[in-house]
């Protein structure tokens, strides 16, 4: 068997001339002028084209062929083009399916806010624990923690059908946002904030630290002590609801009858 090629007109032409001579087979190769495109430039449709064409190609040369070893040869090959065609042909169904489901955003019922938590700190980091049940199971990328200096913000995408977020502002310090980041556990989303300094946090936010400096009762060393008694009997009332109001009132008109009474005592 002999085989040469030459070019005619910048095509490359090949002859394959079997040892008895009674058959030339002549196949023709690309435009050796026309530009070169890589396969991973091409879409899957173009890459498809070209296989169903070597393969035609193929068929029509093993037609030809008389010499078993060249019919193997060409078959070898030809098995080789109808797998590489069938794994082009499924990720194109697959890429089709892809395109026609709706996004994982767009899946999602709606969107819950994230309320209940929990923290605590090491020197380090403040360590915030979100519960999510199988939360493990869906894509990382589908949970989005984001950090600013003194806050972060919690996006978890499609977790049993719903969106889950949570965004907590004003922290009681400010974080290192570059050495921030998420830890997603069984069930859990651990949010890592980074402290700035190695400072024990009070609260986790200067909200919460405010409402507690704002709930404290004023202790003056030099007022009398009835006052302060008097000022968080006042409060309690103010904040109590009415069973809370009518036991304070009951409480208070008895007190004075007593003292009512004791001064009368003391008058006779």
């Not at 095509?11 to 050796?32: S, Y």
Request: aromatic share 6%; hydrophobic share 35%; proline share 2%.
């Amino acid at each position: 068997m002999v085989v040469f090629f030459f070019f005619v007109k910048g095509w490359l032409v090949g002859a394959l001339l079997l040892q008895n001579a009674e058959t030339t087979v002549v196949f023709t190769g690309e435009d050796l002028n026309a530009p070169v495109k890589d396969k991973t430039e091409m879409s899957l449709t173009e890459q498809i084209s070209q296989l169903e064409s070597d393969l035609q190609e193929l068929g029509s040369l093993l037609g030809k062929a008389e010499r078993k070893r060249v019919q193997d040869l060409l078959k070898e090959e030809q098995k080789k083009v109808e797998k590489e065609l069938a794994a082009k042909r499924l990720q194109q169904e697959q890429q089709a399916r892809r395109e026609a489901e709706p996004s994982s955003a767009s899946k999602a019922a709606y969107t819950v806010k994230i309320t209940s938590y929990a923290w605590d700190q090491s020197d380090k980091f403040v360590k915030i624990y979100l519960n999510l049940k199988e939360v493990q199971k869906i894509p990382s990328e589908n949970v989005e923690v984001n950090f600013t200096e003194r806050s972060f913000s919690v996006l978890v995408k499609d977790l049993d059908g719903k969106n889950h977020q949570m965004t907590v502002l004003n922290l009681l310090h400010p974080i290192s946002v570059q050495d921030s980041y998420k830890k997603i556990k069984t069930d859990m989303v651990l949010v890592m904030c980074k402290k700035q300094t190695t400072k024990k946090w009070e609260c986790l936010t200067s909200v919460e630290k405010q409402a507690k400096e704002k709930d404290k009762p004023n202790m003056d060393e030099n007022a009398d002590p009835s006052d302060g008694l008097m000022s968080m009997l006042k409060k309690i009332y103010e904040d109590g609801d009415d069973e809370m109001k009518r036991t304070i009132n009951k409480a208070w008109s008895e007190s004075q009858e007593k003292k009512l009474r004791g001064q009368e005592m003391m008058d006779f």
